[in-house]
Structure formats: structure tokens, C-alpha cells
């Protein structure tokens, strides 16, 4: 897995940064009191470390206040682990650093 090809973004909106994109293969995200969010805020202009960014998110503060800005789909799996695909929908994060 090649971290620096993430394309889930967040851009800055006012206070806030919106933040956009999906993660694939997330674990227990329904049971998990916080998430961290790697997120690209700068293009890459040739350096592909440059410009990301981990979010520490509360998801059950989300889903209270953002309900319509993460969607949690289950990926069916062989084994009873929950594992899912995340998308996040222009979830606010603020940009002084408090949660989400």
C-alpha cells in the first residue's frame, strides 16, 4: 500500500477543513470511540509526503452533529470481523485543532 496516493482531501473552509474521500479497509469503525483520518490539505507539487495531515475524529460526535457526512458500508469478509468501507462526505473538521 502506497500511503502517499491517498486521495481523500481536506480543504479549508472558513474554521474548518472539509474532508472528502473514502478508506477502503477500516476496522470496527461503528464500535471505535475515535478514528484517525489521514487526509491530503496541500497538492503534492512533486513531493508526495507533502501536505498530509491525521485527523484524530470522534465518530460517534459525528454521526450526532454530520450524520450525512460518514458512511459506513460493510465489506462482507470469510472471517465475523467488522470490516467496512468509510466515506467521508465533507465532514467538518476544525481547523484549530479541536474534535469532530
Keep these: 500500500m502506497d500511503t502517499t496516493s491517498i486521495e481523500t482531501a481536506a480543504v479549508r473552509d472558513g474554521d474548518d477543513f ?8 477500516t476496522s470496527r469503525i461503528e464500535e471505535s470511540d475515535l478514528a484517525f483520518v489521514l487526509a ?3 497538492p503534492k507539487n512533486g513531493y508526495k509526503t507533502h501536505g498530509l495531515t491525521l485527523f484524530l475524529v470522534d465518530p460517534r460526535q459525528v454521526r450526532a452533529e454530520q450524520p450525512d457526512t460518514l458512511k459506513v458500508v460493510k465489506v462482507r469478509t470469510m472471517f465475523n470481523y467488522a470490516t467496512n468501507q468509510v466515506r467521508y462526505q465533507g465532514m ?5 485543532g479541536g474534535q469532530a
Design 18 to 25: 472539509m474532508i472528502t474521500g473514502h478508506k477502503s479497509w
Design 40 to 42: 491530503r490539505t496541500t
Design 92 to 96: 467538518r473538521f476544525p481547523a484549530s
